[in-house]
C-alpha cells in the first residue's frame, strides 16, 4: 500500500473555554497528531471517550476548522477554500444513525440529497435509479424508498447513512463509530458491509471506534490516541500481538478472550487516576500521571513517535 491517499500533518484542533468575564483557556482537543493512510486502507483509530478521536475526523474533513496542522489528499492541501470541490472525495458515517438523518425527508430524499448538491444526475429517471442502486448497494430493500427514517431499525438506518456517504462516489471515508450505537448481532453486519464496499470499490476508511475486536478485525494498521495525542500506531496484528506503550499494553489487557482458561491466567492491567482535563494537560508525556513507569524525564519532555521496527512506531521514554 504505497500509493498514499490521505496524509495528516501536526493537526491541532484546540476550543476556546471561558473561565471567566474576560479570560479564555484553550481545550486541547487533538494536539499535534500527524498520520497517512494508504489508498484501499483502513486505518483504526482507538482510545477511551474523549481522547480526541472524533474530533480528528471532523477537523480533517473542515467541519470543525483546524487550529494548526495540514491535512494533504491526494497530494493536495485541504483548506476552507478548496474543501468544497474535495467533498465529493471525502465522506462521513456518523455515529447515531438516527439524530444524522432528517426526520422529515424520506429515505429517497435522504439518498438523494447528496446527488442533487452536486448535480450528479441528468433526469429524474437516472436519479432514481441510482438512489435504488445505492440501496441495493447497502441490503436496503429499494421498496421501502419512500418510508421515513423512524420507520426502520438501527442497523436500517446506519445503513441508509452508508448509501447516503456512497452517492458520491467518494475516495475516503470517515466511519465516526459507527457500530456503537447498535445491537452486537447488528454490529457485525455492518462491518461486512464495510468490508464488502471496499472490496467492490476499493474505499479508503478512517475507522473511530472504542471496541478493540471490532477494530482489529476491520483495520490494517492502528493508531492509539491518548488526550488529545497518538501515542502508539502499527499493523493491526502487531498491536493486537505486541503493545508497546503501557496504554496500550492496559487498553489490550481488557479485550475479551473467548479461551477461558487462557482468560483466567492473563493479568489484567488496572490503570490508577482519571484522565487529566485538557483544560489542563500535564507537562511532558500526558500519560504519565497514571503511568507506573513515569520517570522525570517524562514530566520533563514529551515523547515523540518514534519507529521500533517494522514500522511499529511508539511514543515513549521507557520503550
Request: with cysteine; hydrophobic share 35%.
Amino acid at each position: 500500500m504505497d500509493n498514499q491517499l490521505l496524509e495528516v500533518r501536526n493537526l491541532k484542533q484546540y476550543f476556546p473555554v471561558k473561565v471567566g468575564f474576560f479570560k479564555t483557556i484553550p481545550l486541547k482537543a487533538v494536539d499535534d497528531v500527524s498520520f497517512s493512510i494508504s489508498q484501499g486502507e483502513t486505518l483504526g483509530l482507538v482510545g477511551e471517550s474523549g481522547c480526541g478521536k472524533t474530533t480528528v475526523g471532523r477537523t480533517l474533513l473542515q467541519l470543525y476548522k483546524p487550529t494548526g496542522g495540514e491535512v494533504l489528499f491526494d497530494g493536495v492541501k485541504i483548506d476552507e477554500h478548496n474543501i468544497r470541490e474535495y467533498r465529493k472525495d471525502m465522506q462521513i458515517v456518523f455515529q447515531d444513525p438516527y439524530s444524522s438523518l432528517n426526520p422529515r425527508m424520506t429515505v429517497s430524499d435522504i439518498i438523494g440529497e447528496p446527488l442533487d448538491i452536486h448535480k450528479l444526475y441528468s433526469s429524474r429517471a437516472e436519479r432514481q435509479d441510482r438512489i435504488r442502486e445505492l440501496m441495493s448497494l447497502v441490503g436496503l430493500n429499494t421498496e421501502h424508498a419512500s418510508r421515513y427514517a423512524h420507520e426502520f431499525s438501527g442497523g436500517q438506518r446506519q445503513r441508509i447513512g452508508i448509501a447516503r456517504a456512497l452517492a458520491v462516489d467518494p475516495k475516503f471515508i470517515v466511519c465516526d463509530e459507527p457500530v456503537s450505537a447498535l445491537d452486537v448481532s447488528i454490529q457485525a453486519q455492518i462491518i461486512n458491509t464495510f468490508e464488502d464496499l471496499q472490496k467492490k470499490l476499493g474505499i479508503t476508511y478512517l475507522f473511530i471506534a472504542h471496541d478493540l475486536l471490532v477494530v482489529h478485525h476491520i483495520s490494517n494498521r492502528i493508531a492509539v490516541m491518548y488526550l488529545g495525542k497518538i501515542v502508539e500506531i502499527s499493523s493491526a496484528d502487531e498491536i493486537n500481538n505486541n503493545p508497546m506503550h503501557p496504554y496500550t499494553v492496559s487498553l489490550m489487557s481488557a479485550v475479551p478472550i473467548p479461551d477461558p482458561k487462557i482468560a483466567r491466567e492473563r493479568k489484567r492491567i488496572m490503570l490508577e487516576g482519571d484522565v487529566p482535563s485538557p483544560l489542563n494537560v500535564p507537562s511532558g508525556c500526558a500519560f504519565r500521571t497514571r503511568c507506573r513507569y513515569a520517570t522525570e524525564q517524562c514530566a520533563r519532555e514529551c515523547p515523540a513517535l518514534a519507529d521500533r521496527g517494522n514500522g511499529h512506531q511508539v511514543a515513549c521514554w521507557n520503550v
